[in-house]
């Protein structure tokens, strides 16, 4: 009798604990800064990052952002990576942070900490910390201190990450580093990347690091299947060895097609493109310059279109290029890009 009465009293005391759980999200969520009206699910990204961390998810979840309240002002919480996120995000469970249709919500400065790069607290406006299956659509970052989007590769060789996509995001004004960088202390961490219509300036491409990455765009350890397109760097605060475009150390990029750089070639060596230890394949498409000439750099295989390009009617250039012989690559036609827009088209 009294064991089935300790048995009773530990499956309720079970049950009540389960009872006082948050559940897990599933479904669309919506969000504006400070819930003007009470008529949003979160009052701010970093909210609905830490429920994600905490309580995880149990299907497909969206978070449709909105512009209402003005902008969202970037914190330590906007910090994605916890044990509900990891133990729960996949195939079947992806995680999307989109601006709303016909939304243009801003985040502005920056406080989630940039894991393990460099020494200190660097600051990013939104970190990943070893993500999967996440998309950020559509949002504006402004003002961060060391980069606008930052996603942390795995730290153990046992643990693969796949399936992030930053697409139509704005990025502008960060004063001391990066525009969208992918950090993977494991090489080939992250697989199956898509970094594709995105906008920035007045990025200036590198922070306090001896090395490291470097660029307006940039991954450390590039895995399999990823595809960097139609994207947009104006960098005309280019400094010398900083760079647009920089990849280094991983697989070959699977697609580099349709992306455009206007960059001040005034200032010793700011470069368009810069690879180390592997190389570009498929059809590429390099961005050309914004004055002549243009300084290039070339560390390990890479196929790019090394041609110099003249800017038609102040428009920026791009040259798609195929590989040649030995890795060598040349124009095989000519496309200007509008520069600025969302998704770029030929004109």
């Known amino acids: 009798m009294k064991t089935t009465s300790r048995a009773l009293a530990a499956l309720t005391l079970t049950l009540l604990a389960c009872a006082d759980l948050p559940a897990q999200l599933n479904g669309i969520y919506t969000c504006a800064a400070g819930n003007p009206g ?26 449709d952002v909105y512009d209402d309240g003005g902008p969202f002002v970037s914190t330590a919480s906007y910090l994605l990576g916890g044990n509900g996120y990891w133990s729960s995000v996949g195939p079947t469970r992806p995680l999307t942070i989109r601006a709303a249709t016909g939304e243009l919500p801003v985040v502005a400065g920056s406080g989630a900490n940039m894991v393990l790069l460099g020494t200190g607290v660097n600051l990013a406006a939104m970190t990943l910390r070893e993500p999967s299956h996440t998309t950020i659509d559509g949002l504006t970052f402004s003002g961060a ?8 590769g795995p730290s153990s060789p046992s643990w693969t990450l796949s399936g992030v996509r930053i697409a139509n995001c704005r990025i502008h004004s960060v004063s001391d580093g990066l525009g969208i960088c992918f950090y993977s202390p494991i090489l080939e961490g ?13 990025c200036r491409g590198k922070f ?18 990823w595809i960097v397109r139609h994207n947009t760097i104006v960098h005309r605060q280019a400094q010398q060895d900083t760079v647009g475009y920089w990849f280094a150390f991983g697989e070959p990029l699977e697609q580099f097609v349709g992306n455009v750089i206007d960059i001040d070639s005034s200032v010793p060596q700011p470069n368009e493109i810069y690879s180390i230890g592997m190389e570009l394949r498929g059809l590429q498409c390099l961005s050309c310059c914004g004055n002549s000439p243009v300084w290039r750099r070339r560390l390990g295989s890479m196929a790019g279109c090394w041609q110099g390009c003249q800017r038609p009617a102040g428009r920026p250039v791009a040259c798609e290029c195929q590989p040649g012989p030995n890795g060598s690559a040349s124009p095989s036609r000519l496309a200007v890009y509008r520069l600025g827009a969302a998704r770029h088209g030929d004109t």
Not at 40 to 51: E, L, P, R, S
């Open 190 to 202: 992250i697989n199956s990347v898509v970094i594709e219509n995105n906008m920035l300036w007045n």
């Open 145 to 152: 201190a060391n980069c606008g989007i930052y996603c942390f």
């Open 208 to 225: 306090g690091l001896s090395s490291g990455p470097r660029g307006v765009i940039c991954a450390w350890g590039v895995g399999l299947e």
């Open 38 to 63: 009470n008529a949003f699910d979160y009052g701010d990204i970093g909210d609905f990052i830490t429920a994600v961390n905490g309580q995880g998810l149990s299907g497909p979840v969206t978070l």
